[in-house]
């Protein structure tokens, strides 16, 4: 499956699209035009994987344990080909990747950084960063 790649530097951030697209519908929506300052200053390295909601909870076709099955692949495909991706990209082998967004894409988000936010750093398979308020969310640093 393609992976949209945007900005050159900077923190890892990986965007879920919204609904049933693909990996070019965050540029579609404006979502990379609103990040644009933070991408040119090298504060992130933004990228975006397709989604399969059509082929899973958005088909009426597929029964429920089939689109938990089909979610439950694509949950494996991000963390042992897209996470891995993203490290080598950035030169980074033990990346923090920052994740986002909307709709069925913020359920996306939110459920890979809860599957490893209870597992510490050293043991968790993607290095997602966990959700605000956990002991993986970096510390800030004052300017």
Same mark, same amino acid.
């Given at each position: 499956?393609?992976?949209?790649?945007?900005?050159?530097?900077?923190?890892?951030?990986?965007?879920?699209?919204?609904?049933?697209?693909?990996?070019?519908?965050?540029?579609?929506?404006?979502?990379?035009?609103?990040?644009?300052?933070?991408?040119?200053?090298?504060?992130?390295?933004?990228?975006?994987?397709?989604?399969?909601?059509?082929? @899973?909870?958005?088909?009426? *076709? %597929?029964? /429920?344990?089939?689109?938990?099955?089909?979610? !439950?692949?694509? &949950? @494996?495909?991000?963390?042992? *080909? %897209?996470? /891995?991706?993203?490290?080598?990209?950035?030169? !980074?082998?033990? &990346?923090?990747?920052?994740?986002?967004?909307?709709?069925?894409?913020?359920?996306?988000?939110?459920?890979?950084?809860? &599957?490893?936010?209870?597992?510490?750093?050293?043991?968790?398979?993607?290095?997602?960063?966990?959700?605000?308020?956990?002991?993986?969310?970096?510390?800030?640093?004052?300017?």
């Amino acid at each position: 499956m393609p992976i949209a790649s945007y900005g050159d530097r900077g923190h890892p951030l990986l965007i879920f699209p919204v609904g049933q697209g693909d990996c070019l519908e965050v540029e579609r929506i404006r979502l990379i035009q609103a990040i644009e300052p933070h991408l040119f200053a090298g504060r992130c390295h933004a990228f975006s994987a397709e989604s399969i909601n059509r082929h @899973a909870w958005m088909n009426p *076709e %597929v029964p /429920p344990p089939e689109a938990a099955r089909r979610q !439950a692949l694509y &949950a @494996a495909y991000v963390e042992d *080909e %897209v996470v /891995p991706y993203i490290r080598r990209v950035t030169g !980074a082998p033990d &990346a923090r990747i920052a994740v986002a967004g909307a709709g069925f894409g913020a359920g996306a988000s939110q459920a890979d950084t809860r &599957a490893n936010a209870s597992r510490p750093a050293s043991g968790r398979r993607s290095g997602f960063m966990g959700p605000p308020g956990s002991s993986s969310r970096p510390s800030r640093r004052s300017r």
